[in-house]
């Protein structure tokens, strides 16, 4: 089944303690982002990947890394969480972005104490 | 930077009834798609327009993109209660490669049965 699975789908944490929301990808896609969604403000692009060992800013890129060393993989890293970080997470893909849709993992629910 | 503004924010209507959500761009959209999410869930790809003035229907779903490319509707005929979710446009960003998508705050749909 083609499917973009993230992991953990809920995670509870304290300020500082670095963490990673790993993304995974069976569809062959070159192109993989991150989102995050806040009551108000919608979907907001975190950082974007273009295909392998090609990655870039989006809207809301502080506080936040990611890694692009296989093509079906796309973790986000937190660093040190704050709780502003608290949200949920979404990772998509697409086979190329402009003109393809995106298809939506389940979603990371995110709570930084 | 490009808006892509969404109204209304909120519409409940009772089942039957006809429903509308407006999208505009601030600037002129190469293409622009269209997602939904039902509570609890993960945006899920609804439709692409790419074309200047097209038009283009789902079962009871109309999506149009304006002649400007800078506007877009989604018209739900006869909403049912599986109608029920937030509705969002996405349009890449402009005067750039299309890997950036923007996405619209959304519509959220309630429908009474």
């Known amino acids: 089944e083609a499917q973009v699975t993230q992991n953990p789908r809920y995670l509870i944490t304290v300020t500082g303690k670095k963490l990673t929301v790993t993304c995974s990808q069976n569809?062959?896609?070159?192109?993989m982002s991150w989102y995050r969604q806040d009551p108000g403000l919608g979907l907001r692009q975190i950082y974007y990947?273009?295909?392998?060992?090609?990655?870039d800013k989006g809207d809301v890129p502080e506080g936040y890394k990611v890694s692009r060393k296989e093509k079906r993989n796309f973790p986000l890293i937190l660093e040190s969480p704050s709780p502003n970080q608290t949200s949920l997470y979404f990772c998509?893909?697409?086979?190329?972005?402009?003109?393809?849709?995106?298809?939506f993992g389940p979603g990371t629910r995110l709570t930084v104490l | 930077g490009q808006q892509v503004m969404q109204i209304p924010q909120y519409q409940h209507v009772q089942e039957g009834e006809d429903f509308t959500t407006y999208c505009n761009s601030s600037?002129?959209?190469?293409?622009i798609q269209w997602y939904k999410q039902r509570p609890g869930g993960h945006p899920v790809f609804l439709i692409q327009?790419?074309?200047?003035?097209e038009v283009k229907k789902q079962k009871r779903l109309t999506f149009q993109f304006g002649e400007a490319k800078k506007n877009s509707s989604l018209h739900i005929t006869a909403t049912q209660t599986t109608d029920v979710g937030t509705y969002f446009c996405?349009?890449?960003?402009?005067?750039?490669?299309?890997?950036?998508?923007?996405f619209g705050k959304g519509t959220l749909l309630t429908v009474n049965p």
């Open positions: 998509a893909s697409s086979y190329r972005q402009g003109y393809n849709e995106q298809f």
């Open positions: 569809m062959n896609h070159e192109y």
């Open positions: 990947s273009m295909n392998v060992e090609v990655t």
């Open positions: 600037t002129t959209l190469s293409n």
């Open positions: 327009l790419v074309k200047s003035g």
């Open positions: 996405a349009g890449p960003r402009s005067g750039g490669s299309n890997y950036k998508l923007t």
